[in-house]
């Protein structure tokens, strides 16, 4: 292998493991399945690899990543409809995809809940909230990626956050600090 090429495999992996895991809970927003979600995941980086090594270093990968992710999870889902295949997974699967490994070091009552609370949010609200909030996006990066406004952004993600403010509340759990509490912000 050239220097060339190896910097560039470097530079691969480094994107590669920055945006795995975000991308796959961001997938898994559309298409309520883990193995899906990695499929897809997957199929994007493959494209990368083979035909768009110009956007591997530059600052249009993490903007191509999430729009070829959310792009590939439609012409999914339209496929499954087509087909009459589409399931639902369970929510704690949901919720699995939602908190990162690195949270879910002990599995307690409260992350079990604002996982539910995730997998309850409205499609735009829970999509706009994961990028925000699991994917550390920017209001105009979320905008860009989703082709809406900084104010739509807002509204959505202030929407997300007093649904799951009044399902965590129902359950007796106030936000007072730790890990649920980082969730609300920012």
Not at 46 to 73: H, M, P, Q, S
Not at 95 to 106: G, H, R, T, V
Not at 116 to 134: D, H, N, Q, T, Y
Request: proline share 2%; hydrophobic share 40%.
């Amino acid at each position: 292998m050239d220097l060339a090429s190896e910097q560039y495999y470097q530079r691969f992996q480094t994107v590669f493991s920055d945006y795995y895991s975000p991308l796959c809970s961001y997938a898994f927003t559309f298409v309520k399945s883990t193995d899906t979600s990695e499929d897809i995941v997957q199929e994007v980086f493959t494209r990368i690899w083979e035909n768009r090594k110009d956007l591997i270093g530059t600052n249009a990968i993490r903007f191509y990543l999430f729009a070829a992710v959310r792009n590939n999870c439609i012409t999914h889902l339209r496929r499954e409809k087509k087909t009459g295949t589409l399931s639902w997974d369970d929510q704690t699967a949901y919720y699995d995809q939602a908190i990162p490994a690195k949270e879910k070091d002990s599995h307690t009552d409260h992350e079990l809940l604002l996982g539910k609370a995730i997998a309850l949010l409205p499609p735009k609200c829970r999509e706009v909230f994961i990028l925000s909030r699991l994917s550390h996006m920017k209001y105009q990066e979320i905008a860009d990626t989703l082709g809406i406004s900084i104010k739509t952004v807002e509204n959505q993600l202030s929407k997300a956050l007093k649904i799951m403010r009044i399902f965590l509340k129902e359950h007796g759990i106030y936000l007072v600090g730790g890990m649920l509490a980082a969730f609300f912000s920012r």
